[in-house]
Structure formats: C-alpha cells, structure tokens
C-alpha cells in the first residue's frame, strides 16, 4: 500500500510539473531540462537526507521527524537554485531566488523544529503514561494535541483502568482464597479432631454402655457426611473457579425442578418445624437447563432459609416468568441480613457468624457461592434482599437459557 501511494504521488507530481511547463509557454526540450536538473537536484537532497536519517536511526523520535521536513525544504531550495542557474538568470534575479528560498527555508525549518519539539513531547507524554501503568499506577496528564497519539493516550487510560480491575478481582480473589483455606482448614479439624477422640474413647473402652456408644456411632456418621459434605462442596467450587464445569443441558419443567426441591427439603424442615410452601405463577415455563446443577441450586438456597430461619417461622418458594426470564424465589423469615453483609452473602465460605466453629446444622459456607456459580453458567443472575422480616434469594434465567 505504500509503494502504492508513492508511485502515485510521484506520477501526480511529474503530470503538475507537465502543466506548469505547458502554462509557463516552455517548449517540450526546455520543460524536459528544467525538470531533470530540479530533480537530480532535489534527488541528491533527498539521498542526503536518507542517509543523515539512517545514522541517526538510534536518535529520539524528535529529531528523526524532524530529518524528513528538513529534507524537503532542501530538495525545493536545491532544485530551484539548481533549475535557476541552468536558465541562467542574471546575477540579481539569481540572488533575489535566493534570498527567497533562504527566507522560506528558514521558516521551513522553524515550523519543522516546532513540529518535531511537539511530537517528540507527546511520544514522551505516552512513554511516561506507559511507564506509570507498568508500576501499577494510572497516567496522569494532559492528552496530547496531536488526535493519533491522543488516540493512543485514551487507549492507554482505557487499558490501565481494565488493568487496576483486573488487579482488584485479582486482589479480591486472593483474599478470598486465603481464608477460605484458613476457614476450611478449621472445619476439616474440628470434625477430625471429634471422630478422633470418640474413636479413641471407643479404642480404650472408656464407655461401654450399649446407649452410649449408639450415640458415638451416631455421631461419627454425621461427622462423616460432613466432611464428605464439605469434600463435595469445595471440588464443585474448584470447578467452577477454574472454568472446568461443564454442562449438559436438556428441556426441563421449571415446574417439576421447584416441586422435586421443596419436596427433598420437607423433611428438613419438618425436623426444624419450619413451615415450607410452594407456588407456581403462571403455567410453569420450559427451558433448557442443567437439571442436576439447577436443582442443586435450588436445594442450596432451600437448606440455607431453613437453616436460618427459627422454628414455627416459615419458608416460601415461588417460581414464574417475568418478561423473557423465568425466576425462582426463596424467602424466608430469618430476620433479615444485616447491610454490612448483603454485599458477602455469595462469597466464598461466608456464614454471617463471628464463631467459624460449625454448631448444629451449620453449612459449610459455600452453598450460596456455588448456587451462584451455577447460575452464571446458566447465564443468569442471583440476588439478595431483605423483605418482610426476612430473606428473599431470587435466581433468574433467560427462558432460552442453556439454548447456545
């Protein structure tokens, strides 16, 4: 493309040359003449100027640009003295053409050395914005008046505000993966640390009765299914950190997916007397879902308000559509979250307690983080709110959701 453009500019600059010979009355021997000296001439300027602009080649920016502009003001004032001097002028109009292209070059070379002092400042302009974004810091500073290198004075801001994003999730998640293996490092021992005194009771026969050691047994399995619990919930959490989840979606009844949760949770809560209800708004909705990862959202955020909510209070589930998204709601009467917390309610291994060490049916903090996960990757939206004395968890997907 650019050979393109010279050939062109060159064929463009001999056809002026032809005219202005022809406008001038000059005769075809003297147009062709006056022509060749003033392009030896200005060809000579030119192969100078390549040459000072090759030795240069490791000088600042500022001065390369200006080597160019310079060149051409050379190769006009070389062949005009030279295209003068073969017609030969008299003495005075040869020195009157050159005091003129003294003049005119002297301006030449002021507006080609102000030129070159305003791109070099802007070049050091964005090598400065460059340097402060690599240290992490965000460039300061005008924009340069130039509108290219302003161009890429705005992509600069643009890229350093992605990159300090970047930096705070970066941050955020480190965070967040550092206590939640302080957290789980706490939940693993505790279970442990209680299977292993009862086994050890049980190994030296401190207890012997028929009733105790049924409750020591009880208590060893469901110290188990917790640590199988919490095994299950953080190779999930892996999965969908790392991006290797993977799922197969197929047509579902929205319908059928809230009755099958509410009725796996029922007995929970009946355990807990929580009162459980279950509406469908509307004719239930089909849509293409990961049934398995979709229930267990579902069943995540059903064992959380029953979990939290107190006994002869009541959670209500209730599922529709609304506009060109279907939506599952969960509500509780637990009390409410407090503000502080409604913005950590979906992070990693969060339980809302100052004390880590699990009491009752305590979960294991990462429900509502993997609920949420699985929601993204249905291409939805899950949110938190306090209404009516309690919680409200509503889970949203496009009624084409998993159709990609």
């Known amino acids: ?5 010279q050939a062109a500019v060159g064929a463009a600059g001999l056809g ?15 147009s062709v003449q006056l022509a060749g000296i003033a392009m030896i001439a200005a060809l000579a300027a030119g192969l100078t100027g390549a040459v000072v602009l090759r030795v240069l080649r490791t000088a600042s920016f500022s001065i390369q640009i200006a080597v160019p502009a310079l060149t051409s003001l050379a190769a006009v004032a070389a062949g005009a003295l030279a295209a003068s001097n073969a017609m030969l002028l008299s003495t005075p109009d040869f020195q009157a053409l050159s005091v003129i292209v003294l003049a005119a070059g002297t301006v030449g070379l002021v507006s080609a050395l102000a030129l070159s002092a305003r791109v070099g400042a802007a070049s050091r302009a964005l090598g400065e914005a460059a340097r402060r974004i690599g240290e992490g810091g965000a460039p300061r500073g005008e924009r340069p008046f130039i509108p290219e290198f302003a161009e890429i004075a705005a992509q600069l801001e643009d890229s350093a505000a992605r990159l300090e994003e970047a930096r705070e999730r970066e941050r955020v998640l480190d965070a967040s993966r550092r206590e939640l293996v302080a957290w789980v490092s706490h939940d693993l021992r505790t279970p442990l640390a209680g299977i292993r005194a009862i086994t050890e009771a049980l190994e030296d026969e401190v207890v012997t009765d028929a009733l105790t050691v049924q409750r020591y047994h009880r208590t060893l399995r469901r110290e188990a299914d917790r640590l199988a619990g919490l095994v299950d919930d953080l190779f999930e959490l892996s999965r969908i950190h790392a991006g290797a ?5 197929e047509p579902a009844d929205l319908g059928d997916l809230v009755s099958d949760a509410v009725a796996a949770a029922d007995p929970l809560a009946a355990a807990k007397g929580v009162r459980l209800e279950g509406r469908m708004v509307g004719p239930a909705p089909q849509l293409a879902l990961a049934a398995a990862e979709f229930g267990r959202v579902l069943r995540n955020l059903l064992e959380n308000a029953i979990r939290e909510t107190p006994p002869d209070g009541a959670v209500t589930v209730e599922a529709g559509t609304d506009g060109k998204r279907a939506y599952v709601a969960v509500s509780d009467t637990c009390g409410g979250i407090p503000d502080a917390d409604l913005p950590r309610v979906f992070d990693t291994a969060f339980r809302g307690q100052a004390a880590r060490t699990p009491t009752g049916d305590a979960g294991s903090g990462l429900g509502l983080a993997i609920a949420r996960g699985l929601v993204k990757a249905h291409d939805g939206d ?6 009516g004395g309690g919680c409200r968890f509503v889970v949203r997907v496009p009624l084409t959701a998993g159709s990609r």
């Open 16 to 30: 002026l040359v032809g005219l202005l010979c022809a406008a001038l009355g000059l005769s075809a021997a003297e």
């Open 1 to 5: 493309m650019t050979l393109r453009l």
């Open 382 to 387: 899950i949110a938190v709110s306090n209404e």
């Open 245 to 249: 989840l993977r799922l197969e979606f």
